[in-house]
């Protein structure tokens, strides 16, 4: 996924500040993100040398630092394998004008046209929110002027990016939904690094081996939906009452062309085809257990 640079916030005339920990900030920010799926900020062509103030920019960092600094290396890295440079087009929706704080910004329209966040240097205290409310100005067919004054989730330091776990979540799961190459009965759980981290969370490990059966039941479930939700299933409620029977308990989620079975008496997904019938068991870190049930006992109804 992609977020957008806030380029307003930079050059803006900023005084008094402790530019290394301005910089250190975002790169805190963007490496946080890259760990929530965000692989790219989107960026104006020499990035490295617009400047955060009147007189220094990335490159003041990259060129003049000496080899070892920490800050000059994580820089480096940052630049290397997160920034990707666009360039800017009056083509791209010519009637509409976004604007914050009275300047219009055309990374703030693509990020507002595209439903996406933007990542924003901490060099006044406007930028420190994290949402923005931007001014955006459209001009309609008749010539009149639509105002809206929508918000657009900024990130510029981890207390942001703690705030918009939800939204971070749920844009994770949007990405894996709409990708068209995805086949859930071939590759069920894609997320497996952060399934793991989950599990790590929770002390999953530990907590499933204590407490009585209902309090495990609930831990399945709890940690099970998640996981289930956050590799892009649906929950289906109706199919999950339908194969729910005394203490049978199962939720079921559906992608495309398969169902994801939650067993939470036992704490595994069951992976079934598109007519309910088993293909393998899960556990939740993603491991196929290769259990095959070819009788029908385990086969879900979906019709």
Known sequence: MECYINDLSLNNGASGLNLDNTVNEFIKV??????????????????????????????????????????????????KNQISEIYPSNDYEPYKEVKFNNKESSFLKYALINDAPIVSFQTDSLYSDHLLKANVFTINGNYSTNYEEPDIVNFSNNLNVDYHKVYLASKLRENIESDKNWNPLE?????????????????????????????????????????????????????????????????????????????????????????????????????????????????????
């Open 30 to 79: 963007c490496t946080k993100l890259k760990e929530e799926s965000f692989e790219k900020i989107l960026v104006m062509p020499n990035f490295t040398s617009a400047n955060i103030t009147d007189s220094y920019n990335l490159k003041t960092i990259t060129d003049t630092y000496d080899r070892g600094n920490i800050l000059r290396t994580r820089l480096i890295s940052l630049i």
């Open 187 to 303: 590759a069920p759980f894609r997320l497996i690094d952060k399934m793991n981290t989950i599990l790590s969370q929770r002390d999953y490990t530990n907590l499933k081996m204590i407490g009585n059966q209902s309090q495990k039941m609930a831990l399945y479930f709890e940690v099970g939906s998640e996981i289930a939700l956050l590799n892009g299933w649906a929950l289906n409620n109706q199919l999950s009452t339908r194969n729910s029977s005394g203490t049978k308990k199962r939720k079921i989620f559906k992608a495309k062309n398969g169902y994801l079975s939650l067993d939470f008496m036992h704490g595994a997904f069951e992976l079934h085809d598109s007519n309910g019938k088993h293909i393998t068991e899960y556990d939740f870190n993603g491991v196929d257990n290769n259990k095959h049930y070819t009788d029908g006992s385990h086969n879900i109804e979906v019709n």
